[in-house]
């Protein structure tokens, strides 16, 4: 799978739009850009992903570039609850489909 | 909550202690994953199992490992002779395989949390 970089760090203040880049240059034709979110202690929670498309659903909005090598994680207007370490994945949607974290954006939330 | 379930949440066990984790995945899906996260690092993958098949195996699971998906539905991670380098959040993941575009997420459970003394 291609690698990623992510910023290790970044706050935000609540109500406002968090914006969490993501890079992956050596992104293949058929791997998809995956967004998932890791909360102190907990299971990661899967929040959105796409293949070359735009994508909102109830949680996040993706935009991807059109070269594809870089993606944007939106947070419309975040809470406290979206303080947590954000990890940007690609991989193919057929065979081998194990995610491959990296270390991930901690956001935080500012009151 | 995302439907997968794993038990115990914690274990605590000295060092030479064998341990079984179990993890129930969400009831239709047909694949299933086991990751480990040491402190401060992203999960990192252990093994995966089609139905009850197991199709791959991370280097980084040592013959003191064992996995098992008997019938295709709850899967078993054992670890014989436990040492402190085991410590670590042991995560369960499930999806179902479907050959369209935009199939396969990957669910999370909580995750097993394991401390060796």
């Known amino acids: 799978d291609a690698k990623t970089t992510q910023p290790p760090s970044m706050d935000c203040a609540e109500g406002r739009a968090a914006n969490l880049p993501c890079n992956h240059s050596t992104i293949s034709g058929n791997e998809y850009v995956y967004w998932y979110r890791q909360i102190h202690s907990q299971g990661p929670q899967y929040i959105i992903h796409?293949?070359?498309n735009n994508e909102t659903n109830e949680m996040a909005s993706l935009i991807i570039t059109e070269d594809r090598k870089s993606s944007t994680l939106i947070l419309p207007h975040a809470t406290l609850r979206d303080t947590a370490v954000y990890y940007c994945i690609v991989r193919v949607n057929f065979g081998n489909e194990k995610l491959t974290f990296g270390t991930g954006t901690r956001l935080t939330i500012i009151p | 909550d995302t439907g997968v379930s794993q038990d115990p949440r914690h274990k605590i066990t000295k060092r030479g202690q064998n341990v079984t984790f179990r993890c129930d995945p969400i009831s239709e899906h047909n694949r299933l994953y086991w990751y480990r996260q040491t402190l401060g690092q992203g999960p990192e993958f252990l093994t995966y199992?089609?139905?009850?098949?197991?199709?791959?195996k991370s280097r980084l699971l040592s013959d003191r490992f064992s996995a098992e998906r008997p019938k295709g539905s709850f899967s078993t991670l054992e670890i014989q002779r436990t040492e402190q380098g085991d410590s670590a959040m042991y995560l369960c993941a499930s999806s179902l395989v479907e050959y369209r575009e935009g199939a396969n997420t990957q669910y999370f459970g909580p995750g097993t949390r394991l401390t060796v003394l």
């Open positions: 199992f089609q139905n009850e098949a197991q199709l791959e």
């Open positions: 796409g293949l070359k």
